[in-house]
């Protein structure tokens, strides 16, 4: 999807920068795990337990408590979303 984003847009050039300068390509090990950059793990300032939230055709690795509180604040204002997204014609 961000490939069909024009480049003519400052915006749009700073927000491809920042959204993927930090991806990495990484391989499992034999038994199916990956390691984790500590760079990676530095900026997402993951503690001692993490969350794996599917996302689409993605995953995402959050910090458990950062998680919980995300997770939490999305479900007391559920209503207000699914009002946006009945007026988008999406529900």
Do not use: C
């Not at 995402?60 to 988008?88: F, P």
């Amino acid at each position: 999807m961000l490939g069909g984003l024009s480049i003519g847009k400052q915006d749009t050039r700073s927000f491809a920068r920042l959204f993927l300068s930090g991806a990495v390509e990484v391989e499992f090990d034999s038994l199916g795990r990956i390691l984790i950059p500590d760079n990676l793990k530095k900026y997402a300032n993951f503690h001692k337990e993490v969350v794996i939230a599917g996302l689409f055709n993605r995953l995402e690795i959050w910090d458990e408590e950062k998680w919980n509180k995300y997770k939490n604040d999305l479900e007391k204002n559920s209503d207000k979303i699914a009002e946006k997204l009945g007026e988008l014609g999406l529900i």
